[in-house]
């Protein structure tokens, strides 16, 4: 089980383990249905005639499939009070049915906030890797954690 | 109607309508218990308790109500190749239940590929407001998009 975090607990450097998420070709094809309609997120055929090379998920569905995980392996078990937003995200190799998607969450530094002092901001470094082992995203983002003394 | 385009079709400084879509609460939830259980993406008293106010869509959400108008008025009548990743997104205010996302392209620059001359890379920054003309987010990415040549 994950221990409950508050902002005191990230430490700049730590990698935390965000777990596993298999990606199925049903799950590609209903994100791509609703979000992002472009033929290689929904049909096979076209993605094999993509330099995509098969039916491949959405960058949106990748980011969301993090998310996720994130959640349930850090989020949910903290003081999270949201993000202001996200200052990079490269998609680094298609993510196709039936791969499975394993995600990090690197520390890349920790701040408290002046103009909210019971928040802090700590700063990630996500990476998400397929079964063999390839990076197929990374994403840096910054989010919020309320202090010790406020959660208590 | 969106007139079919082109790399060459995308002129610097220009600003593209990429439409409307009205958030509804089912929406909202069934967006966060797959992708973004929490609590204050998921129920209205925790929503009014936390600093976002209501019941408020998760921010990779609003990032995928946005792909889905680029795909409806843009993408889908382009020569689309996808994209390498996202520059920087900010999430400025909440998205409530009945809110009315309106968004909107604008070209920040566009460039040839000289390690691949049949694609070209178009910068685009785009901007989501809500029916009160506020800014909810902004984003910058850049889309690959076939050159005219090697669509034809």
Chains 1, 2 share one sequence.
Do not use: Y
Request: glycine share 8%; net charge negative.
């Amino acid at each position: 089980m994950t221990a409950f975090r508050t902002f005191e607990d990230f430490r700049e450097g730590e990698e935390i383990d965000l777990g596993k998420k298999r990606v199925t070709a049903d799950e590609i094809i209903a994100f791509a249905e609703e979000f992002d309609p472009q033929p290689f997120h929904l049909d096979e055929a076209a993605g094999k005639a993509s330099v995509l090379g098969g039916l491949s998920a959405s960058g949106w569905h990748t980011i969301a499939m993090l998310m996720r995980l994130l959640c349930d392996n850090l989020l949910l078990a903290s003081t999270c009070m949201g993000s202001p937003g996200v200052d990079k995200v490269a998609w680094k190799r298609p993510v196709l049915a039936g791969d499975e998607l394993h995600a990090t969450a690197k520390v890349l530094g920790t701040r408290e906030l002046k103009s909210k002092p019971d928040l802090g901001v700590v700063r990630f470094l996500f990476t998400v890797t397929n079964q063999r082992g390839e990076t197929v995203m990374t994403q840096e983002n910054a989010i919020l954690f309320a202090r010790k003394e406020a959660a208590a």
